[in-house]
């Protein structure tokens, strides 16, 4: 092999292997850089790796403030809110249905909002704050078909947070006919609720709209805005709520008219308490709607809804059933205490005599006026109606306003009953009412008291005109500036039942008219004013007749269905609920009617306080009313007569306002004698004591008795006895001969009576001698102190004993008739025969010297004042009787 060839091999290989080691050494210096600029990656990593870490730390920190924070406000967000929510809806407005029960929410003037689910705002917990809904007061409702459930949540917590009869719902329902809101029905029973099917539209739209406008003009009368102002501005809401439910009702599809009349109650409705729910398809929105939606409502805003379940059925049906029960037993009635003032006996009654009775349509106290105008009034209404009623209430709200000085009343009850007798003094109750003077009660068959208390007004507005006329006043309030010291309080009658006074074509009917047109014409100016009450004003013959009469009462009082007391085309008081009256002070027109809710003030309860308190404020001098009643018989008094001039006898008690005994002088005069006529034995017997007792109260006395009616023994004899106790010089005689025989020895000047049961039964025995005799002791005995009180059965026997068809009746001066018809009377009566028909207790006395008719009196009780029968027989001590 060539040299070069070697050489040029060595060489290459000598070079390679250079180039071996510097790769090697390239290679082993290339591995330390990339092993050291590993390592120092690997450093970085970790020092970047535990930044990250310690930032992430501080973000999550930071993160978990952020979020606890935004928590903590959400919560209290939520806490506000549902504090706000349960202020503006508490109760039966918001309850669950578990704790669910109806209770009015009489404190709150406006109505609350109602909720009908939860709002999904904040974290999930359980007392998310409730979704309300306004609508009583304040909006119509739009309820989208997804969430028509809610409705009868919405309408039970409408009914059972307001007062019963409050909230009044209307269902329109063209689908289904009421089939929605079956649980509801109950209502329609008490007429909360009225189902109303497709053929009932138009009436259904037409009604509410009357309804809104007669609010509008006779409730707000322009003086408030709404319903709402008014209730906030009185604290009482006259009017219920309406709601108008239209279910499916698909309004745009309606007629134009009627979607007319729907947009004139949504624009109007609110104002008046009139308020549509519209359940699926409506017509255009308006600001007043407020809408739901199964996830939204218009006041959730952007948080979504959980609409709550709608109540139980059960629950739904038993609150109806309980509602309807309690609307059909009627409204609760206004309060007796309402109408009476904190204080009292504040106000004057110069100009006249005002009281609230009851509470008008527009929540406020409506008054009674009395003065000269109007000054008399007129209250009718059907038996139960609540006249009486209405009676107690005036007299209530006037006595607590008016000082006993101011105010004074007479009160006549025509009823069978007792009705004015609460205001005296009772045995239970020993409190009287300060105002009242006369009270008269059970008078249906003594109208004779009507008369008397008409007559006692009569004389006293005599001397009222006189007074006027002295002051130069023309009526009572100028009187009573003229004579500032003078006692002049406005007198109030109230006769109820009057037409018992005024029916029938008697004496005491004509009277009593022409009375009651004086007392009506002059008393305006005196201060005299009549109240006259009646079942049935219609039938008063007197007072239609009498147009002057009936024209002075100009204010009306109308009860429920009261005829004829109103104008002919004023039908108010057939339209007016049970407790409710029409007042009217223009003689019954109709622009002039008020109607009003009267409290309940029959009721001792309610009474009782106000009669009490009165009594306790009553003035030291103030008398307790004097109480007729007719159906209690009086008992003879034992205070002894103070007779003026000749000695006199009791023959029974009058019928007047004093109740005064009636008495007969017996003078010289011939013939001053007293016959009792008629069968009734006890009453005649207590005639004959009364005379004579109070006579030998009076002064010393003889009698005589002689009793031939065996019936009438025992009560003679007892009188017998009672006289000798008084140390009468007392002569039982058993023989009528030896009476008319002996009357004239006379052993000293004492009067002498001779009482005389029963003659008649004897007289057939005396002979004409003996009858002679008789009358000749009727006729003169008087001159000599000798008087007759005799008890005959019949006037024929009498007639018989004084001289029989010939008789003359000079022999007997007084007559007292018990059982005897008037036409009976004729021979012994004055002028045209008697129109008197016997009744129990009563008796018609007629005395020649002092009367010009006859008067009826009641015979006084004597059983008292008699020893008893038993302890005579025994002997016991006659004052143990
Ligand atoms: N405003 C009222 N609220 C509640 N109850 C009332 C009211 N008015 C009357 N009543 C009741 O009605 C009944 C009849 O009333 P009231 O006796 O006053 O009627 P009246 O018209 O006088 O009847 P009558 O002539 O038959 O006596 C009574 O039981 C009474 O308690």
């Known amino acids: 092999?060539?040299?070069?060839?070697?050489?040029?091999?060595?060489?290459?290989?000598?070079?390679?292997?250079?180039?071996?080691?510097?790769?090697?050494?390239?290679?082993?210096?290339?591995?330390?850089?990339?092993?050291?600029?590993?390592?120092?990656a690997s450093a970085a990593l970790g020092d970047a790796r535990a930044k990250q870490a310690a930032l992430s730390a501080s973000h999550r920190k930071v993160l978990n403030t952020i979020t606890d924070k935004a928590e903590v406000?959400?919560?209290?967000?939520?806490?506000?809110?549902?504090?706000?929510?349960?202020?503006?809806?508490?109760?039966?407005?918001?309850?669950?249905?578990?704790q669910w029960n109806p209770r009015p929410y009489p404190h709150r003037a406006q109505a609350g909002l109602f909720r009908v689910g939860r709002l999904l705002v904040g974290p999930e917990r359980d007392d998310q704050p409730p979704a309300l809904v306004p609508l009583l007061d304040h909006s119509h409702l739009r309820i989208a078909a997804d969430a028509e459930p809610v409705l009868p949540g919405i309408l039970l917590r409408a009914l059972g947070s307001a007062s019963l009869g409050a909230v009044r719902l209307s269902v329109y329902d063209p689908e289904r006919l009421g089939g929605s809101l079956a649980g509801f029905a109950p209502l329609t029973r008490g007429e909360l609720l009225g189902f109303v099917g497709p053929q009932g539209l138009n009436d259904l739209l037409d009604e509410h709209i009357e309804h809104i406008r007669r609010i509008n003009a006779t409730v707000l009368a322009g003086e408030y805005a709404g319903l709402r102002e008014l209730a906030m501005a009185t604290g009482r809401r006259p009017e219920p709520w309406r709601v108008l439910v239209l279910l499916g009702a698909q309004p745009e599809e309606w007629k134009d008219d009627q979607r007319a009349q729907l947009a004139r109650i949504r624009r109007a409705g609110i104002a008046c308490g009139v308020h549509l729910v519209v359940v699926g398809g409506d017509v255009a929105d308006d600001t007043d709607t407020i809408?739901?939606?199964?996830?939204?409502?218009?006041?959730?805003?952007?948080?979504?809804?959980?609409?709550?379940?709608?109540?139980?059925?059960?629950l739904v049906r038993q609150t109806c059933r309980r509602m309807a029960l309690e609307a059909t037993?009627?409204?609760?009635?206004?309060?007796?205490?309402?109408?009476?003032?904190?204080?009292?006996?504040?106000?004057?009654?110069?100009?006249?005599?005002?009281?609230?009775?009851?509470?008008?349509?527009?929540?406020?106290?409506?008054e009674l006026v009395l003065g000269d105008n109007p000054p008399h009034a007129l209250i009718g209404g059907p038996s139960g109606s609540g006249k009486t009623n209405l009676l107690y209430t005036w007299l209530g709200a006037l006595t607590s306003r008016y000082h006993p000085d101011e105010l004074e009343l007479y009160l006549l009850d025509f009823k069978e009953g007792v009705s004015f007798a609460r205001f005296a003094s009772g045995r239970r109750d020993p409190s009287w009412l300060p105002h009242v003077r006369l009270i008269g009660v059970n008078v249906n068959d003594d109208r004779e008291y009507g008369l008397a208390m008409l007559r006692h007004l009569r004389d006293e507005l005599r001397r009222r005109a006189e007074a006027a006329k002295r002051h130069e006043a023309t009526k009572l309030e100028e009187l009573r500036d003229a004579d500032p010291e003078g006692r002049w309080p406005r007198l109030v009658a109230v006769v109820d039942e009057f037409q018992v006074l005024l029916d029938g074509r008697d004496a005491v009917a004509n009277e009593a008219v022409i009375l009651l047109e004086d007392l009506a014409r002059r008393g305006r100016s005196q201060g005299i004013h009549l109240v006259l009450a009646s079942q049935d004003v219609a039938g008063i013959e007197a007072l239609w007749g009498r147009p002057s009469l009936i024209a002075q009462f100009t204010l009306r009082v109308a009860l429920p269905k009261a005829r004829r007391l109103l104008a002919d085309t004023n039908t108010a008081a057939d339209e007016i609920p049970r407790f409710h009256a029409v007042l009217n002070p223009d003689s019954g027109v109709a622009g002039a009617n008020r109607i009003v809710r009267l409290p309940d003030a029959s009721d001792r309860k309610e009474w009782g306080p106000l009669q009490q308190r009165l009594w306790d404020e009553r003035p030291p001098d103030n008398d307790p009313p004097i109480l007729f009643d007719g159906d209690r018989v009086p008992v003879l008094p034992d205070t002894p007569l103070v007779p003026d001039g000749a000695p006199a006898i009791i023959v029974g008690q009058s019928i007047d306002v004093a109740s005064r005994p009636a008495t007969l002088r017996l003078t010289r005069a011939p013939g001053r004698n007293l016959a009792v006529l008629g069968t009734r034995l006890t009453e005649a017997c207590d005639i004959l004591a009364g005379a004579a007792l109070s006579l030998a109260r009076q002064l010393p006395l003889r009698a005589t008795v002689c009793c031939l009616d065996p019936d009438a023994v025992s009560s003679a004899y007892r009188l017998n006895s009672e006289l000798a106790r008084m140390d009468a010089e007392v002569d039982w005689r058993d023989s009528l001969t030896d009476v008319v025989d002996g009357w004239q020895d006379v052993p000293d000047d004492r009067l002498h009576l001779v009482l005389l049961y029963a003659p008649d039964a004897a007289s057939a025995s005396l002979g004409t001698a003996g009858r002679d005799r008789l009358r000749t002791m009727l006729m003169s005995g008087p001159e000599r102190r000798v008087h007759t009180v005799g008890w005959w059965r019949s006037v024929p026997r009498l007639r018989d004993d004084l001289g029989g068809f010939a008789a003359r009746f000079d022999a007997i001066d007084a007559w007292l008739a018990l059982d005897v018809q008037g036409t009976d009377l004729a021979p012994i009566s004055p002028g045209a025969p008697l129109a008197w028909y016997p009744r129990a207790r009563r008796a018609l006395y007629f005395d020649r010297a002092t009367h010009r008719t006859p008067e009826v009196v009641i015979p006084y009780n004597t059983e008292e004042a008699?020893?008893?029968?038993?302890?005579?027989?025994?002997?016991?001590?006659?004052?143990?009787?």
Request: hydrophobic share 40%; charged share 20%.
């Open 1 to 40: 092999m060539p040299g070069w060839r070697k050489r040029l091999s060595d060489r290459f290989s000598e070079e390679l292997a250079l180039a071996r080691g510097s790769v090697r050494r390239l290679a082993a210096s290339a591995t330390v850089a990339a092993g050291a600029a590993a390592s120092s």
């Open 73 to 98: 406000d959400i919560a209290k967000a939520v806490d506000t809110l549902t504090l706000v929510c349960e202020r503006l809806s508490d109760g039966p407005a918001a309850e669950h249905w578990s």
């Open 291 to 314: 809408t739901i939606t199964a996830e939204r409502t218009s006041l959730s805003g952007q948080a979504r809804v959980s609409l709550d379940a709608p109540p139980p059925q059960e």
């Open 329 to 366: 037993a009627g409204p609760p009635p206004a309060r007796l205490a309402d109408l009476i003032p904190q204080t009292l006996w504040t106000d004057s009654s110069a100009g006249g005599l005002r009281a609230p009775v009851g509470e008008g349509n527009d929540g406020r106290l409506a």
């Open 866 to 881: 008699l020893p008893s029968f038993d302890n005579l027989l025994t002997g016991s001590n006659l004052n143990g009787r």
